[in-house]
T-cell receptor, first 113, second 116 residues
Framework: DTEVTQTPKHLVMGMTNKKSLKCEQHMGHRAMYWYKQKAKKPPELMFVYSYEKLSINESVPSRFSPECPNSSLLNLHLHALQPEDSALYLC????????????FGEGSWLTVV | AQSVTQLDSHVSVSEGTPVLLRCNYSSSYSPSLFWYVQHPNKGLQLLLKYTSAATLVKGINGFEAEFKKSETSFHLTKPSAHMSDAAEYFCVVSTYSGGGADGLTFGKGTHLIIQP
């Protein structure tokens, strides 16, 4: 089973709200990722966690705050977002960060109003 | 440095006819190559991957791809298109043996349209 589960599937939030996106995998993978995808574009890497430690931050604004509570869970905390942050946020995982296929979740559709 | 070029932004075929989605890559190292499919309003699903074993790779749903080092290509094919194949397809290259995200480069995507 190569399943990465993301919640919620859809989220609408105001620019002053605080919300979180959640991601879970039970494949024993030790690397987890957040990607952002705008319409008709390929996914863009935001963050990589390897063995529960943040290993890559692709110059993402601080209004996006990742958290990896344990090896199965990955959160993305959202605060003071802008309308241009509206996108599909994809979580992914792989056995390790270097040298393995990554598996994507279904994504969370975020709309900032 | 690595890069991926998907040669067609849109491909339209009739149901039951062959599908060809073209991908060229550039990599300083021995690459790992992947094709992912994204159906409307869905996440990305792995179709197949090449990691320096057989050059002809078979994937899910009848898709296959051939790695040609001399042409730096990794084209995706399917003998007979089905309506359910309509989706966005991404060619992806990694400089690592399997594809860690820190070495992952996406192509711009090819939108596959299936005509009834």
């Amino acid at each position: 089973d190569t399943e990465v589960t993301q919640t919620p599937k859809h989220l609408v939030m105001g620019m002053t709200n605080k919300k979180s996106l959640k991601c879970e995998q039970h494949m024993g993978h030790r690397a987890m990722y957040w990607y952002k995808q705008k319409a008709k574009k390929p996914p863009e890497l935001m963050f990589v966690y390897s063995y529960e430690k943040l290993s890559i931050n692709e110059s993402v604004p601080s209004r996006f705050s990742p958290e990896c509570p344990n090896s199965s869970l990955l959160n993305l905390h959202l605060h003071a977002l802008q309308p241009e942050d509206s996108a599909l946020y994809l979580c992914a995982s792989s056995p390790s960060s270097a040298g393995n296929t990554i598996y994507f979740g279904e994504g969370s559709w975020l709309t900032v109003v | 440095a690595q890069s991926v070029t998907q040669l067609d932004s849109h491909v339209s075929v009739s149901e039951g006819t062959p599908v060809l989605l073209r991908c060229n890559y550039s990599s300083s190292y021995s690459p790992s190559l992947f094709w992912y499919v994204q159906h409307p309003n869905k996440g990305l699903q792995l179709l197949l991957k090449y990691t320096s074993a057989a050059t002809l790779v078979k994937g899910i749903n009848g898709f296959e791809a051939e790695f040609k080092k001399s042409e730096t290509s990794f084209h995706l094919t399917k003998p007979s298109a089905h309506m359910s194949d309509a989706a966005e397809y991404f060619c992806v290259v990694s400089t690592y043996s399997g594809g860690g995200a820190d070495g992952l480069t996406f192509g711009k995507g090819t939108h596959l349209i299936i005509q009834p």
